[in-house]
């Protein structure tokens, strides 16, 4: 599950899917092609990485900042909501069988969307 889902219950119930806040090392880029050699090398190392248009986050490493300041890219940190891809062979998929799980958008008088 993500930040922003929702579970709902037959009864009617709605409960918002909250990410905890986890300590993150950010990597900001304007070359997408340094970004992907950063990105190839965290993935080499089965490390879970969060793709943005043009950044990549990873929990906190102090030994994965050292490796992507080497291709001589930044690294900041920051707490945030850290929320990886899911992988090519995640088990959940996109079918969820009779649980109802959604997006807050979609519930009417949410205010979101």
Do not use: K, W
């Not at 806040?21 to 090398?41: G, I, K, M, Q």
């Not at 090519?88 to 009779?98: E, F, K, L, T």
């Amino acid at each position: 599950m993500r930040g922003g889902y929702c579970l709902g219950a037959e009864s009617g119930l709605v409960v918002l899917i909250e990410s905890a806040l986890e300590a993150v090392s950010v990597v900001n880029c304007d070359d997408p092609t340094s970004l992907a050699r950063a990105a190839y090398h965290l993935g080499n190392r089965h490390i879970s990485v969060e793709v943005g248009e043009l950044s990549l986050s990873y929990l906190q490493d102090h030994v994965l900042d050292d490796m992507v300041r080497g291709f001589d890219l930044a690294v900041s940190h920051e707490l945030r909501p850290f929320e990886p891809e899911a992988g090519a062979y995640d088990a959940q998929g996109h079918s969820h069988g009779s649980e109802s799980l959604d997006r807050l958008d979609d519930y009417p008088g949410s205010g979101h969307g």
